[in-house]
């Protein structure tokens, strides 16, 4: 279906990726991985035709009309509402199709030999466009559809502008299914969902006949979905295909790093010999020089020099030759590590009986838990549940309707927030550094640096640092601060999967208490010792996600 070869694209010196070569066939699932800036959504762009390649070509075997594309920033014309967006789509409306093939009826009778193939795929595709769009009129899929992506109580006047970022992405896809395209390709489709909605996207595309390309950060989501990976290599740049899911890819990887260590080391090992060897054999044949100048000796010092010169030479010939291998380059990714943090008291915290009420809509009442020292606790729920104005009342910048919220002895709380608002705005991540501890210039920017800031980045104010850095840069404030208690209002959003792995072991290094709001399931199963999940207006603990999906907590509603 989709034929990519020679695909090359740089901007400026920044080379994105060179003699990109893949096939996707018919109902292959293929996920896309590579590290933020890497080139993921410039490939999806110039495979769909909304950007130009420097060199190579695209090549589909199936009618660009039978493509359906989901970008990762959408766009929507000013004042559309949701039934616009829907019902005025162009696949949707059966007159059109209707004129479309009976235009391309009388095309096709009079047009020559070198124009029927592409009349005739684009007569097949009108009818199937005809054909569904009376199936929609008459079976009323659009209301099927949007129940199935919990869009059914969204009123068909309400203004695209105020929906949330999870009923963007679920309108968008809403769209995008309705139009049955035979091939998917899904730039960040988790992103704004929570854990019931990427359960429903998992079970519907799990059912899909179509062909797949998607690029996610969602491990988890990969594992369940895909059975290739094409990962783009921002070293080598180039793109290359592994089999299986994202855990067979990741284990694959280290495999190759491992061989590629090891051979390596046998040609390092190799070249310490040569040098070693011509080191012994000029040192030989010098001292023999410089010894005697009977005949049969000099002779055997000139024999000894001549053959370091072989020696040299061979070992000149490996160095220039093309089997000669660079260093493997480790990825540099986020080198957080906590230093030891000051114990708290054994009860970190203690809630009880909280309410909160906005009007006459209650979030959540009588929540009553118990947060102990060194758990790792998972925050989870649908969008909109109140998982964020909880952290917010914990941290005492929100009041509760009703309740009490108490802190233990020696705790000491960092909160990340989502939007990162305590950040010191109109400040360098230079200065910020430096209001927090007492260091130098150059051992602030050390410590910056393991952060992935580097040369003038530090500079930078931090309102025009991306999301990601600045939740790197916010991360590292509360390791400075000695904090023995982070709340973490989903911290990995903006990272890349070999960043979140980072944080992942980052976290398992911190010796303090964790309370995380977290969708990414990956995470969840790895580092969540438990779960408070967001159940029948109330939240309660749970041993784990299992746990919490078997009574339907968190997993049951969907309201934004």
């Keep these: 279906m989709l034929h990519v070869s020679g695909l090359s694209k740089r901007f400026g010196e920044n080379l994105l990726f060179e003699k990109a070569h893949f096939v996707i066939n018919a109902g292959e699932r293929v996920g896309l991985v590579g590290p933020n800036g890497c080139g993921k959504t410039t490939l999806l762009r110039i495979v769909t035709g909304e950007e130009?390649?420097?060199?190579?070509?695209?090549?589909?075997?199936?009618?660009?009309?039978?493509?359906?594309?989901?970008?990762?920033?959408?766009?929507?014309?000013?004042?559309?509402?949701?039934?616009?967006?829907?019902?005025?789509?162009?696949?949707?409306?059966?007159?059109?199709?209707?004129?479309?093939?009976?235009?391309?009826?009388?095309?096709?009778?009079?047009?020559?030999?070198?124009?029927?193939?592409?009349?005739?795929?684009?007569?097949?595709?009108?009818?199937?466009?005809?054909?569904?769009?009376?199936?929609?009129?008459?079976?009323?899929?659009?209301?099927?559809?949007?129940?199935?992506?919990?869009?059914?109580?969204v009123p068909p006047d309400t203004p695209v502008a105020i929906l949330s970022g999870g009923q963007k992405t679920r309108l968008s896809l809403a769209k995008l299914l309705l139009s049955e395209p035979a091939f998917l390709i899904l730039d960040e489709p988790t992103n704004h969902l929570d854990i019931g909605a990427l359960e429903w996207l998992e079970g519907y595309l799990a059912s899909y006949d179509g062909a797949i390309l998607l690029v996610s950060h969602d491990r988890a989501f990969l594992d369940r979905l895909v059975t290739r990976i094409l990962e783009i290599d921002p070293q080598t740049h180039a793109v290359r295909d592994y089999a299986g899911n994202y855990s067979a890819y990741v284990q694959a990887r280290e495999r190759e790093r491992e061989k590629a260590w090891e051979v390596y080391q046998d040609q390092e090992e190799r070249i310490e010999q040569l040098e070693e060897a011509v080191r012994r054999l000029k040192t030989q044949a010098k001292g023999i020089e410089q010894e005697t100048i009977h005949y049969h000796y000099r002779k055997v010092a000139k024999k000894l020099a001549r053959k370091a010169v072989v020696h040299q030479k061979r070992l000149q010939r490996l160095i220039e030759s093309e089997e000669h291998l660079e260093k493997p380059i480790q990825g540099w990714q986020v080198a957080i590590a906590f230093d030891q943090v000051p114990p708290s008291g054994q009860d970190v915290l203690l809630i009880e009986a909280l309410t909160k009420r906005f009007g006459e809509r209650t979030l959540f009442e009588g929540v009553n838990l118990t947060l102990r020292q060194g758990e790792r606790v998972v925050l989870i729920g649908p969008n909109g549940c109140g998982k964020t104005t909880l952290l917010r009342i914990l941290v005492g910048a929100e009041p509760p309707t009703e309740g009490l919220v108490r802190w233990g002895a020696n705790a000491r709380v960092g909160y990340l927030a989502q939007e990162q608002e305590a950040l010191p705005q109109g400040s360098t991540p230079l200065e910020a550094v430096r209001q927090v501890a007492a260091m130098t210039e150059t051992e602030a920017r050390t410590f910056l640096h393991r952060l992935l800031f580097s040369g003038d980045e530090v500079f930078t104010p931090i309102e025009r640092l991306s999301f990601g850095e600045r939740a790197r840069l916010h991360l590292g404030l509360l390791m400075l601060q000695g904090c023995n208690v982070l709340l973490l209002d989903e911290p990995i959003n903006p990272l890349d999967i070999p960043s979140r792995e980072r944080f992942e072991r980052a976290l398992a290094s911190f010796e303090g208490t964790v309370l995380a709001v977290v969708h990414d399931r990956y995470f969840i199963q790895r580092f969540g010792q438990a779960v408070w999940a967001f159940a029948h207006g109330t939240v309660r603990r749970f041993a784990d996600l299992a746990d919490a999906r078997r009574v339907g907590a968190a997993l049951g509603a969907y309201e934004e």
């Design 52 to 153: 130009r390649p420097d060199a190579g070509a695209v090549r589909w075997t199936i009618p660009r009309e039978r493509v359906g594309y989901l970008p990762q920033a959408l766009r929507w014309a000013p004042g559309a509402r949701v039934g616009d967006i829907l019902r005025g789509s162009q696949h949707l409306d059966e007159a059109h199709w209707a004129r479309e093939v009976e235009r391309l009826a009388v095309a096709m009778a009079s047009a020559p030999a070198s124009e029927r193939e592409a009349l005739e795929e684009a007569y097949t595709v009108a009818l199937e466009r005809l054909s569904f769009a009376a199936t929609f009129a008459s079976e009323h899929l659009l209301e099927r559809v949007l129940a199935g992506l919990g869009l059914e109580d």
